[in-house]
């Protein structure tokens, strides 16, 4: 019996994109695929920080990675969620924390109990039983898997870390496991005169890479699925308009709280990313709202540390390509789309396209059943996170500029009206089963953004007025005492992950 020959598959750009691609593909299929990754030093990638969600800790356990080592190496801090201030109306702010408030109850989730205290005077918001705010408001962290023996669940968390540490981190992991690497900018791109597929690129300096599959990680020029295939794109900004962003670092927060802050402007919204060793910020902006100067004037007076360098420009236009993967070629990371970074998506979008490519990866013959299954859910994907993204921007009171003022007035996808309506009228969500956000993560952000629910659900009203009195005070109680006994984020850093 003879061994079947190893398929060939080339990863054309690095970055975060192409060195998650290389290590999820080398780790899951790397007996049957030879592996390379194309980049250049001389191009480089887009972020001085990121910000991610809970997924991230499924891809590091897929990858065998040690979390505090992957800590210390991207000099990364923990976060809880991501504080939005200034959205709903000017001075309000709350955090879509990455966990449920209080506890669910008797098939009611928790916020139905809330809003029928609420309805009777009780003045505290639904954050007043979150342990993610509490523990956020005094920068605290720790693993908690559960709040003593009860049911309520503990922590979930994500990561801050430094982009171009991440990529490197990844490479040495990838590269360990056998991807080869060449360096180089692509010059030439040969297809097949018959089906059309990419056979082969060619480097600058003559080096010819021939390849079974390709996976476009170029970034925002796409130049083998968009530039090569002609595969189109499909322009969102009539709903999300900001097409520009300037990032620039910033020294080191002088306490590192575990959570993003996204600060609403007068037309876009600030980052602040904090990591062990400086701070990441950034505006993101509409440029048919503000000038470039005045957005740069605005994120530099924004900064809570001082700036580290000058403000990196970032054009875009929010979107996606009308298909992932065309011929044997698939778009993963900025060259398949952007969404912007108001919820920390970028990188899930990388790792669930990477997990959803290595499904779907055709055995044989030309994966056209394969490609069509994997367009379709990529594209659903999408457009459930795009809504979610919409609706910041959409439900607001704000109307102090021109830009929000679009904002609050704009028609929206059919998809996110239904959502809204529902919501105002009796606290549920109209959530798809395959949504990335979970129904807490709506609930905060409409309560957030101003919307509150004329009803609570029925079954809310099984308790006696009494007991739901004891009902809430038992879990304040229940998360004063868990945060009390949790150690300071920085403490906890520097005992188990600190960078050198």
């Not at 991230?56 to 990858?63: E, M, S």
């Not at 990680?217 to 595969?231: I, K, P, Q, S, Y």
């Not at 899930?348 to 379709?376: C, K, M, T, W």
């Not at 959530?431 to 956000?437: A, S, V």
Request: proline content about 3%; glycine content about 10%; aromatic content about 10%.
């Amino acid at each position: 019996m003879t061994d079947t020959p190893k398929r060939k598959l080339v990863i054309v750009g690095g970055g975060t994109a192409g060195w998650i691609t290389a290590a999820a593909f080398v780790r899951l299929l790397g007996r049957s695929l030879d592996i390379t990754l194309v980049e250049s030093e001389a191009i480089g990638t887009v972020g001085v920080g990121e910000a991610t969600i809970p997924q991230i800790i499924r891809l590091n356990a897929i990858l065998g990675l040690d979390e505090m080592e992957f800590v210390r190496e991207t000099k990364g801090t923990f976060k809880l969620g991501i504080e939005f201030v200034d959205w709903g109306r000017k001075g309000t702010s709350y955090l879509h924390t990455f966990g449920d408030a209080g506890l669910s109850l008797a098939g009611a989730a928790f916020h139905h109990y809330w809003r029928r205290a609420a309805a009777s005077g009780h003045t505290s918001d639904l954050w007043h039983y979150s342990l993610h705010r509490l523990a956020a408001d005094h920068a605290r962290f720790g693993k908690l898997d559960r709040v003593g023996n009860t049911a309520m669940t503990g922590l979930a968390y994500a990561y801050h870390f430094d982009a171009g540490l991440y990529a490197a981190y990844l490479r040495r992991y990838a590269e360990g496991q056998g991807v080869v690497r060449h360096e180089g900018i692509v010059q030439h791109v040969t297809r097949d005169g018959e089906n059309g597929d990419i056979t082969a690129i060619t480097l600058d300096k003559g080096t010819r890479v021939e390849g079974d599959f390709f996976i476009d990680c170029t970034g925002f020029r796409a130049m083998l699925l968009g530039e090569e295939l002609g595969v189109g794109y499909e322009d969102w900004s009539r709903w999300l308009p900001c097409d520009r962003a300037l990032a620039v670092p910033s020294e080191r927060l002088p306490t590192l709280v575990p959570y993003t802050r996204a600060t609403a402007k007068q037309a876009g919204w600030q980052w602040r990313i904090p990591l062990q060793h400086r701070t990441g910020n950034g505006h993101v902006y509409s440029s048919g709202f503000i000038s470039d100067q005045d957005a740069a004037d605005t994120l530099l007076a924004g900064l809570d540390t001082k700036a580290l360098g000058d403000p990196r420009p970032l054009r875009f236009t929010t979107g996606r390509r009308e298909a992932f993967w065309a011929h044997n070629c698939a778009a993963i990371g900025l060259s398949s789309g952007f969404l912007e970074p108001l919820e920390s998506t970028s990188i899930h979008l990388i790792q669930s396209h990477v997990n959803r490519l290595i499904q779907l990866f055709p055995a044989q013959g030309d994966g056209a059943a394969e490609r069509a299954e994997y367009n379709r859910r990529c594209a659903a994907e999408f457009e459930q996170i795009r809504d979610f993204l919409i609706l910041h921007y959409k439900q607001t009171a704000r109307d102090d500029s021109a830009f929000w003022n679009y904002c609050r007035t704009m028609a929206v996808p059919d998809s996110l009206a239904h959502k809204q309506a529902l919501f105002a009228s009796s606290g549920r969500i109209g959530r798809d089963i395959d949504d990335l956000f979970r129904e807490a993560s709506w609930v905060q952000v409409m309560l957030g953004q101003g919307v509150t629910p004329q009803a609570h659900d029925p079954m809310a009203d099984a308790l006696s007025d009494a007991q739901l009195g004891e009902f809430l005070g038992n879990v304040r109680t229940l998360i004063e005492r868990a945060v009390s006994g949790l150690p300071t984020h920085e403490d906890f850093i520097a005992r188990h992950c600190a960078a050198g």
